[in-house]
């Protein structure tokens, strides 16, 4: 299985920040690869999908970028509403794996 | 307004079976692959299961081969997830998933207790 290691596991930021987490697989992932916000008690929510294509509705100061093992998820300048944990999934090999998470806490 | 709806969760004993279903509504269920995703108490997300949109390809986590089944009835635009032998370590919420690759829509989660 294809390992992803994200970094860091907790992120302390304030309002108007800008964060990036990343995210490493095991073995070249050739660009698919997708970022999730989870909030507590809720289902995740995809973001970004093929590391850098914006999911309808999200809003565009989530970014994504990276190649072969290490890509990036970048918010610009982050809202109250970003305040949650974020999931990187690989979807080149099977099966899917995801990241541990990442807790984006004020 | 396009959703997943998870149901079907519960409390059991080890050893125990469960049937968990998800009925999709406002998209062409038949015309999309389906997953099971898993997500243990204060944990990661883990991948269960993937059935294809109309053929019989199924694929399992090592963890969950043997135990669980998945099926599907697009008549019904509805998937299910039968788990037998239960385990403790299979304690977590279930969310039903669509996809192949990304998870576009997810269900709102159907929490398992073993």
């Known amino acids: 299985d294809i390992q992803m290691t994200q970094s860091p596991s907790s992120l302390s930021a304030s309002v108007g920040d800008r964060v990036s987490i990343t995210c490493r697989a095991s073995q070249v992932i050739s660009n698919s690869l997708a970022w999730y916000q989870q909030k507590p008690g809720k289902a995740p929510k995809l973001l970004l999908y093929a590391t850098s294509r914006l999911e309808s509705g999200v809003p565009s100061r989530f970014s994504g970028g990276g190649s072969g093992t290490d890509y990036t998820l970048t918010i610009s300048s982050l809202q109250p509403e970003d305040f949650a944990t974020y999931y990187c999934?690989?979807?080149?090999?099977?099966?899917?794996?995801f990241g541990q998470g990442t807790k984006l806490e004020i | 307004e396009v959703q997943l709806v998870d149901s079907g969760g519960g409390l059991v004993q080890p050893g125990g079976s469960l049937r968990l279903s998800c009925v999709a509504s406002?998209?062409?269920?038949?015309?999309?692959?389906m997953n099971w995703v898993r997500q243990a108490p204060g944990k990661g997300l883990e991948w269960v299961s993937y059935?294809?949109?109309?053929?019989?390809?199924?694929y399992y986590a090592d963890p969950v081969k043997g135990r669980f089944t998945l099926s599907r009835d697009n008549s019904k635009n509805s998937l299910f997830l039968q788990m037998n032998s239960l385990r403790a370590e299979d304690t977590a919420i279930y969310y039903c998933?669509?996809?192949?690759?990304?998870?576009?829509?997810w269900g709102q989660g159907t929490p398992v207790t073993v």
């Open positions: 406002e998209f062409d269920f038949g015309s999309y692959p």
């Open positions: 059935i294809a949109s109309r053929t019989s390809t199924i």
């Open positions: 998933a669509r996809g192949s690759g990304y998870l576009d829509i």
């Open positions: 999934q690989q979807y080149y090999g099977t099966p899917m794996t």
